[in-house]
């Protein structure tokens, strides 16, 4: 299906775009994450020096130059932080654009998807068509094969011998096919279409039953 190639296309563009960013990202974070750690623990070493300034042990342009290099790394941290914003803001920006662009195909797609849709349902009523359609021709085989007992049958109820006829037609004896101690019918259930089109699942007492 075309269209859904070429949504597929810009999809794969959204993956590649976060995953670039998100890469940038960490690489980011985990270099922001140092930094903090180390303003952390120059911020406790300026404390030291401040306080050997006000004893007079280093002077007091010893602790404005710590102090400058303290102030360069929280700028420096600030800066990071701002980066990892914007490397978010920007990740968001550029996703939408592409999501934008999704919503321009999909409308001019839409009538693609509604022939390829109806195509769908139409292969859908075929397969019950077919269905029913093999039901009518076993229909006819089985008739052919019991035509004998039940004349033979027939004969019997003729001649008083019986009361009945009780060869059964195609649609009571074939209704359930016996399997093990079950059986299987030849109905197909709401719950087992519902199986098929949402999980693509088939009843395991068919595969079970084709299988022996």
Same mark, same amino acid.
Do not use: C, W
């Given at each position: ?23 940038? !990202? ?6 922001? $994450? &140092? ?11 300026? @404390?030291? +020096? ?9 002077? =007091? ?14 700028? @420096? ?6 980066? +990892? ?11 939408? &654009?592409?999501?934008? =662009? ?6 001019? $797609? ?44 027939? $004969?019997?109820?003729? !001649? ?11 649609? =009571? ?21 519902? =199986? &098929? ?10 595969? @079970?039953?084709?299988?022996?």
């Amino acid at each position: 299906m075309k269209f859904v190639n070429k949504l597929n296309k810009l999809f794969n563009k959204v993956d590649e775009t976060e995953t670039k960013y998100m890469k940038a !990202l960490e690489q980011k974070e985990e270099k922001l $994450l &140092a930094m903090r750690f180390e303003l952390q623990e120059q911020e406790a070493l300026l @404390q030291d +020096v401040h306080k050997m300034a006000l004893l007079g042990d280093v002077s =007091e342009e010893t602790f404005e130059e710590r102090k400058a290099e303290v102030d360069k790394l929280k700028d @420096q941290v600030r800066q990071a932080e701002k980066e +990892v914003h914007l490397i978010q803001e920007y990740k968001t920006d550029d996703i939408k &654009a592409v999501i934008a =662009e999704l919503e321009e195909e999909k409308k001019k $797609l839409t009538k693609d998807k509604g022939k390829e849709l109806q195509s769908i349902q139409r292969d859908l009523i075929e397969a019950k068509q077919a269905y029913l359609d093999t039901l009518v021709k076993i229909s006819g085989r089985y008739k052919e094969l019991v035509e004998p007992d039940k004349k033979l049958e027939s $004969l019997k109820v003729k !001649l008083g011998l019986q009361v009945r006829n009780y060869i059964t037609g195609a649609g =009571e004896s074939l209704n359930m096919i016996s399997h093990g101690a079950d059986y299987i019918p030849l109905r197909v259930e709401q719950y087992e279409v519902y =199986e &098929a089109l949402t999980y693509g699942r088939t009843p395991v007492n068919l595969k @079970q039953y084709l299988n022996k």
